[in-house]
């Protein structure tokens, strides 16, 4: 399914392409944790909430982490072509659609956050989509922080950390590689990313070439 991305959220002083960031990684690196930092830092950023057939966990809310759907609905979206991307994801089914693009609010560039399948499917639709792979520092630092966020078993363990191998194979595809040890550092290090990538000449020049033309315009209609 291809969309026309001509025109999606420009208005007023962001009169240009939105922007599309995907940061991806292997499940326990921190994405979640990094992302949210940064979305609260930069105001012209905004998060994509993709869609989940999983359980909500404890403090989750529908609409604001994932929206959560039976398996059904989520399928029955696929066959339709509402996602931009979409993967299964250890039992589950994971989603962004297509909507998530068409309605930021205020013109604002958008934050994915999406495995390394979707962070694919999202760079070969999207024009100037810049990946970013986030990962700990060590195997071992891994395996600790999946740990921690609740009761794992062993086989869940062998899953995610299978799965974090395939997707440590992918770094190269990726534009940036964020080490999330010190957690400050790695907010910087991505909040960095954003802004200098946000400032790239090639997708603002073009707005503010035609902005200055029509100033120099006007002032050449003004009595001498």
Not at 122 to 146: H, N
Request: with cysteine; net charge neutral; proline share 4%.
């Amino acid at each position: 399914m291809t969309k026309e991305r001509t025109g999606i959220g420009s208005r007023g002083q962001s009169e240009r392409p939105p922007r599309v960031f995907v940061v991806s990684g292997p499940s326990g690196a921190g994405k979640t944790t990094l992302c949210a930092e940064v979305i609260r830092d930069l105001p012209w950023l905004e998060a994509s909430v993709s869609h989940t057939t999983r359980a909500p966990r404890p403090g989750e809310e529908n609409g604001r982490q994932y929206h959560f759907v039976d398996r059904g609905t989520f399928e029955e979206m696929i066959r339709v072509g509402q996602f931009l991307e979409w993967a299964e994801v250890h039992g589950h089914l994971y989603g962004s659609s297509w909507k998530s693009l068409e309605g930021r609010s205020g013109g604002r560039d958008l934050l994915f956050e999406v495995d390394c399948i979707g962070a694919k499917q999202i760079q070969k639709k999207i024009e100037g989509a810049v990946l970013i792979f986030i990962m700990t520092p060590s195997l071992e630092d891994l395996v600790r922080r999946i740990q921690r966020r609740g009761a794992v078993s062993g086989a869940e363990l062998a899953m995610r950390l299978q799965t974090a191998r395939r997707e440590i194979r992918q770094v190269a595809e990726f534009d940036f590689l964020v080490i999330n040890d010190r957690f400050t550092d790695a907010v910087d290090a991505l909040r960095s990313i954003l802004i200098s990538e946000r400032c790239r000449l090639d997708l603002r020049a073009g707005h503010w070439i035609e902005k200055w033309a029509r100033e120099f315009d006007r002032l050449s209609e003004l009595p001498s």
